[in-house]
């Protein structure tokens, strides 16, 4: 069987025609696609000037671009570093935010700008780009996380005699105190703090030389553009350097979780500060006033807390129904470019807000004891003193002391209003005997504070204990901000470094 012939004649009109364009884009792909992306060119702006700045510095450094092209190139970029985003002039008439840049590059500098594309798609100078940005709002969002763990531990250290009904399901549950209470919200916040210090580990790392998918012969040693700009080291496999989006979720995913945890807060707050409860005021300067009642103050900071926490899940979710797309696709990195640093953003900002309100907090402590004193959540300790001191299992001593709270609620009486002889007169319906609890026995045992100051087990309510976990955790928290605070002078000495080579090198006659 033989092959059929090669035909030489011209390609029909039906063939794939490659190559790019001639044609300018659509209108409605300006309008539906462009102008999404440049709406973020002002985020990307920063870190695009800084990555073109160490670019040009790697192909220099290997002589890859003459010095003459190098020194107008940078001379040129340093201009835009300078320039404000708001007076750069990004059009979605030319795509994505890297083409307006192109082309005002080649307005001015003619061919020479063209080196700025060797070795590199457009698509890795937003991707470094994207990693500069994130790399400070992480570790920022990392001290924001830190202040407010720290704050609400002081707090919570201030109040921790300051005795409550703590609640489950906003019913009484047990004798507590405040500053055990707010002490919860400090632990999560230094757990997501954790995880925002790892994945800062991770967007510090350089996609920089990663070419398209598979490298470039020009960038072999792809440490060197990685030093230039301050990351911590490279991505090692090319395709994942351009295409990942697990460390996306990660600091969406966290960011969520530091600020869900002091929605929760915010939630109860909400409520206790409210007439019916009256157990919190907020500060004046977090409260807005009802412009039509004259007597509203409004826990305004509140609302605002609790809807950033909603709209950061939806941020997540959003996310997420994007990069289950197939590999090598850029719609879920279109989206990243605005939506990972906003959500950054916006959780810093809460963060701070939360911190504030917490450290301004007015505790209501006469309300508090008040409330604790007329309801009954003695009730468990009664139960677990009555299963020691009877001998009766725990069971008969929940009837017991469920059908007494029931029988002196009836009668108008209060948890500390128990007497003996009540006690005795359910027990023998429930138990067919007598428990022979004495009076001193029982004021004793349904004193909220003697209760508190039983829980002295790991991270009770026992003042002390309160006191020392919470000078543990202010101090979890102060490493947090200092390490923080330590990598953002890392990010800026090595930007100024960069800049510094690059005036350098303008200077060049």
């Not at 007497?419 to 023998?428: C, G, R």
């Amino acid at each position: 069987m033989t092959n059929p012939p090669v035909s030489s004649a011209p390609a029909s009109s039906s063939a794939r025609v490659a190559g790019p364009s001639q044609d300018g884009p659509a209108q409605e792909l300006i309008e539906a696609g462009f102008a999404w992306e440049i709406a973020d060119a002002p985020l990307l702006h920063h870190g695009l000037n800084v990555a073109d700045l160490g670019h040009v510095l790697d192909l220099y450094r290997r002589g890859v671009v003459p010095i003459d092209a190098a020194a107008v190139l940078v001379r040129e970029l340093l201009v835009a570093y300078r320039t404000p985003p708001e007076e750069f002039p990004y059009d979605a008439a030319y795509g994505e935010p890297y083409n307006s840049r192109e082309r005002l590059f080649a307005e001015r500098l003619g061919n020479t700008a063209g080196w700025l594309h060797a070795g590199r798609p457009r698509r890795e100078a937003a991707r470094v780009a994207l990693r500069i940005l994130l790399r400070g709002q992480t570790a920022r969002l990392m001290g924001d996380a830190g202040r407010f763990a720290a704050t609400t531990a002081s707090v919570a250290r201030e109040h921790s005699a300051v005795f409550m009904p703590d609640q489950t399901y906003l019913q009484q549950a047990q004798p507590s105190t405040f500053g055990h209470y707010l002490l919860a919200f400090s632990p999560p916040a230094l757990r997501d703090g954790e995880r925002l210090s790892a994945a800062l580990d991770q967007v510090n790392m350089s996609p920089g030389g990663a070419g398209c998918v598979n490298g470039s012969r020009i960038l072999d040693d792809r440490s060197k553009i990685a030093d230039l700009l301050g990351f911590s080291g490279v991505i090692d496999h090319t395709r994942d350097a351009m295409w990942q989006t697990d460390t996306f979720i990660d600091l969406l995913a966290t960011s969520t979780s530091l600020i869900s945890n002091q929605s929760k807060l915010a939630e109860d707050l909400e409520i206790w500060s409210s007439q019916e409860f009256d157990y919190v005021d907020l500060a004046g300067p977090y409260t807005r006033a009802s412009v039509l009642m004259p007597q509203k103050r409004n826990p305004y900071a509140l609302t605002i807390v609790r809807g950033a926490g909603g709209v950061l899940i939806g941020r997540l979710s959003g996310f997420l129904a994007v990069v289950k797309s197939p590999s090598a696709r850029s719609d879920n990195l279109i989206f990243a470019y605005g939506e990972i640093p906003r959500a950054l953003e916006l959780s810093s900002k809460i963060s701070s807000l939360m911190s504030g309100v917490v450290g301004t907090l007015t505790v209501n402590e006469d309300r508090m004891w008040e409330e604790l004193e007329a309801g009954f959540s003695q009730a468990t300790d009664l139960a677990e003193y009555i299963m020691m001191e009877s001998g009766i299992d725990y069971r008969s001593a929940y009837h017991v002391v469920g059908n007494t709270v029931r029988e002196a609620s009836r009668r108008g009486l209060r948890g500390i209003d128990i007497t003996p002889d009540l006690l005795d007169e359910v027990a023998e319906q429930v138990c067919g005997t007598t428990l022979g609890i004495t009076a001193d026995q029982l004021e004793s045992v349904l004193d909220p504070r003697n209760i508190v100051a039983t829980r002295t087990a790991t991270g009770g309510a026992a003042p002390s204990v309160l006191e020392a976990l919470a000078d543990r955790y202010e101090a979890d928290a102060q490493r947090l901000i200092e390490t923080a605070d330590h990598r953002i002078g890392d990010f800026e000495a090595a930007e100024a470094q960069l800049v510094s080579e690059a005036e350098v090198l303008a200077n060049h006659a």
